[in-house]
């Protein structure tokens, strides 16, 4: 006779919105794994939905505390900002070449030398 299982779903709605594992949640409720990820997907899927927007609103509500890291990693993720700087070698690479102190093509040189 199969093992009857006392599961509450807004229990397990309310570890994953903790961001429990499924492992862990089928830890709390003494069963296999498959059981909570295949009998309780939904609550599964709205409880990490709840803890991403918990996240999200503490997030913005450090920020806008002046929480320089935070608002650093929001720019990166909403604004598309960045810290890489961009070098534009789109003009003359003869020119370029000269700047970083080649004073002749090198490729012309070793033609030469051939």
Known sequence: MPKILNIDPEKVEMLASF???TIEIA???SCDESTIRKK???ELESGKEQMKIRLRQLQWKHASLGNTALLIFLGKQYLG???KQEVDFSGNLEAILKECGY???PIDAKEDTE
């Open 103 to 105: 004073v002749d093509n």
């Open 27 to 29: 830890k709390f409720f």
């Open 81 to 83: 900002q960045s810290e």
């Open 19 to 21: 961001g429990c594992s």
């Open 40 to 42: 309780y997907k939904e």
